[in-house]
């Protein structure tokens, strides 16, 4: 199971949300650049790259923060965070990332990440399933949409996607471990899908029962930056 570092960006800055929510936002770094390089010095390969303000602006923000950790580092990156267009698509893999995440996008203009996975393939083009329930969550979160978790992974499926980073918006930063039931349900009933945990990730023994459940990736953030994981306790993954 693949082991991915967390970067959430806020003003150029590293933070974490509670649940989504920006009112209950904590800063932890203000070098992402520093934060990413700890990362790929403790042995991690990829990076989880989140433009928050990209997020709520509709279209990337933080492109010279993924530059200059592309420069810095040789870390895999994928990148998510106010991706909308084709440009901004280009704009972000031009920066230095090697996968883009389509999340609201991906409910929204369905044609659009069909054709962008046509044309780019599924190993560039990842799909955010951001979920609280059975339902997909979008807009940085704000709005619940019609789709569920399920018929969301299937219809992308369907589409040529492979890999699903799957977002418990419940959980996220919370500390709270993640949803390890979900998860089990999913590889189940896609056995084909390449499926990364995101929230909630607290512990090692979290992450063990991720590995033994079979997924492909566990994404940790605010448990490096509080401390309930550290770098070291994840050699035995790498």
Request: glycine fraction near 10%; charged fraction near 20%; proline fraction near 3%.
């Amino acid at each position: 199971m693949e082991i991915i570092p967390a970067i959430d960006l806020v003003n150029g800055q590293c933070v974490r949300l509670s649940a989504g929510d920006f009112a209950r936002q904590t800063t932890y770094d203000s070098d992402p650049v520093a934060v990413a390089q700890r990362f790929a010095d403790a042995g991690m390969r990829r990076l989880h790259l989140v433009d928050l303000d990209g997020a709520r602006a509709g279209h990337p923000v933080n492109l010279g923060v993924l530059e200059a950790i592309a420069n810095a580092t040789t870390l895999d990156i994928d990148a998510g965070g106010g991706i909308q267009t084709h440009a901004s698509l280009t704009q972000v893999l031009d920066a230095g990332a090697q996968h883009v995440t389509a999340g609201s996008l991906a409910v929204r203009e369905k044609p659009t990440v069909d054709a962008w996975l046509a044309q780019y393939g599924a190993d560039t083009i990842f799909i955010g399933a951001d979920f609280k329930g059975e339902h997909i969550m979008i807009n940085a979160w704000a709005d619940k949409s019609a789709l569920t978790l399920v018929d969301f992974i299937a219809t992308y499926l369907d589409a040529g996607a492979s890999t699903f980073i799957c977002t418990d918006v419940s959980k996220d930063g919370l500390l709270q471990g993640p949803s390890l039931e979900i998860y089990q349900s999913l590889i189940k009933q896609f056995p084909a899908a390449r499926f990364v945990a995101s929230g909630g990730v607290t512990t090692i023994a979290d992450v063990e029962a991720l590995a033994a459940a079979g997924m492909h990736g566990a994404i940790i953030g605010k448990a490096l930056y509080e401390g309930t994981i550290k770098l070291p306790d994840l050699k035995p993954f790498l």
